[in-house]
T-cell receptor
Framework: KAGVTQTPRYLIKTRGQQVTLSCSPI?????VSWYQQTPGQGLQFLFE???????NKGNFPGRFSGRQFSNSRSEMNVSTLELGDSALYLCASSLAAGVGYEQFFGPGTRLTVL | ELKVEQNPLFLSMQEGKNYTIYCNYS?????LYWYRQDPGKSLESLFV?????AVKQEGRLMASLDTKARLSTLHITAAVHDLSATYFCGGGGADGLTFGKGTHLIIQP
């Protein structure tokens, strides 16, 4: 069974630009969560999608948004990039919504903002 | 809001020794997770602890959960170099999984 896939794996952008990251969950998984990992703040929850609906959102500004498609694939978008957005963005999928279901993480997208 | 605190944050130990990583959390959590992360890699699920008194073992790693004390531990027995990694514990709440800062473990020959 294929794992969670994320594209692209690496990305370099400049301040003010916007970026879209993609996540394909494990087949059969309907929930996708996004996390940001930085050396200073550690792992922080961004949002969770289930059945194309945002179920939860972490404490991030509105520049961070996401969506989920009918095939459970998810994208997250960051607009007006700032230097502090440089991070590893991890996507995790689970069978259903809520942390009661084990989350399986993808390899991540490393975003560098110059 | 769930808060998760791990200690120690950094641990250097010799092969063959035993040690324990502690994970304290602030409020009720549906369950407690342990993940491993190698440098430049993603998170690998190690254990899911469901209820008070739960104990799980895989090889040289054993995890336990005490919900009354709001404490989980990850015990390493007779450490080997391959266990060098960063270990995260995480708990469930309304805001998705909340993780500790991670314990950076180095096991030296």
């Amino acid at each position: 069974k294929a794992g969670v896939t994320q594209t692209p794996r690496y990305l370099i952008k400049t301040r003010g630009q916007q970026v879209t990251l993609s996540c394909s969950p494990i087949s059969g998984h309907r929930s996708v969560s996004w996390y940001q990992q930085t050396p200073g703040q550690g792992l922080q929850f961004l949002f969770e999608y289930f059945s194309e609906t945002q179920r939860n959102k972490g404490n991030f500004p509105g520049r961070f948004s996401g969506r989920q498609f009918s095939n459970s694939r998810s994208e997250m978008n960051v607009s007006t990039l700032e230097l502090g957005d440089s991070a590893l963005y991890l996507c995790a999928s689970s069978l259903a919504a809520g942390v009661g279901y084990e989350q399986f993480f993808g390899p991540g997208t490393r975003l560098t903002v110059l | 809001e769930l808060k998760v605190e791990q200690n120690p944050l950094f641990l250097s130990m010799q092969e063959g020794k035993n040690y324990t990583i502690y994970c304290n959390y602030s409020t009720t959590s549906d369950r407690l997770y342990w993940y491993r992360q190698d440098p430049g890699k993603s998170l690998e699920s190690l254990f899911v602890l469901l209820s008070n008194g739960a104990v799980k073992q895989e090889g040289r790693l054993m995890a336990s959960l005490d919900t009354k004390a709001r404490l989980s531990t990850l015990h390493i027995t007779a450490a080997v170099h391959d266990l060098s990694a960063t270990y995260f514990c995480g708990g469930g709440g309304a805001d998705g999984l909340t993780f500790g800062k991670g314990t950076h473990l180095i096991i030296q020959p």
